[in-house]
T-cell receptor
Framework: AQKVTQAQTEISVVEKEDVTLDCVYE???????LFWYKQPPSGELVFLIR??????QNEISGRYSWNFQKSTSSFNFTITASQVVDSAVYFC????????FGAGTTVTVRA | GAVVSQHPSRVICKSGTSVKIECRSL??????MFWYRQFPKQSLMLMAT?????????EQGVEKDKFLINHASLTLSTLTVTSAHPEDSSFYIC?????????????FGPGTRLTVT
């Protein structure tokens, strides 16, 4: 069975601080994909990144970066120099065929 | 590309009535679509997997007679909530799998907020 754990329920920071969201997953599959999604108050899910199980290269996209460590089954997400517009719920998800979502982390960035 | 739409975006219905939610893939064909449900401040829970031309596969605990899913074409899946009750009020989100990308990625619709009074 697949499982995704996001241990942080809520994180509150002041603008320009860095934020790291933790994601730990469990799967018996050797081939799988990991995702991060952002859900702003409007409710629509915004795709941020997809990473397959064979690609452990870290990735940076603007102020966003991701650290994938297969040895610890973790796929952490960092927002550098946070902005108020980053306030949202962030979900980590795991897919072999179906998507399993973590519980989500609510990020609040205060001006 | 890979746009998924949902209609309606918001619906209010009276207890005991039925409501249909449409999910469309606008620029790709989706042999598989998924329906999720999200209660306030909770995560997305998969309700069912919808395959074009065949019966939907429901997750454990989801009443298939209450949540009717039809996937009659490669671009349209519908979810009908029958005999709705206030506890069915929720945010319903669909997603579609694009076979062109290898099948692992799902594209999400904007969601439908259902309120049953």
């Amino acid at each position: 069975a697949q499982k995704v754990t996001q241990a942080q329920t809520e994180i509150s920071v002041v603008e320009k601080e860095d934020v790291t969201l933790d994601c730990v997953y469990e799967t018996r599959d050797t081939t799988y994909y990991l995702f991060w999604y952002k859900q702003p108050p409007s409710g629509e899910l915004v795709f941020l990144i997809r990473r397959n199980s064979f690609d452990e290269q870290n990735e940076i996209s603007g102020r966003y970066s991701w650290n994938f460590q297969k040895s610890t089954s973790s796929f952490n997400f960092t927002i550098t120099a946070s902005q108020v517009v980053d306030s949202a719920v962030y979900f980590c998800a795991l897919s072999d065929y179906k998507l399993s979502f973590g519980a989500g982390t609510t990020v609040t960035v205060r001006a | 590309g890979a746009v998924v739409s949902q209609h309606p975006s918001r619906v209010i219905c009276k207890s005991g009535t039925s409501v249909k939610i449409e999910c469309r893939s606008l620029d790709f064909q989706a042999t598989t679509m998924f329906w999720y449900r999200q209660f306030p401040k909770q995560s997305l829970m998969l309700m069912a997997t919808s395959n074009e031309g065949s019966k939907a596969t429901y997750e454990q605990g989801v009443e298939k007679d209450k949540f009717l899913i039809n996937h009659a074409s490669l671009t349209l899946s519908t979810l009908t909530v029958t005999s709705a009750h206030p506890e069915d009020s929720s945010f319903y989100i669909c997603s579609a799998r694009d076979q062109r990308t290898g099948g692992y990625e799902q594209y999400f619709g904007p969601g439908t907020r259902l309120t049953v009074t």
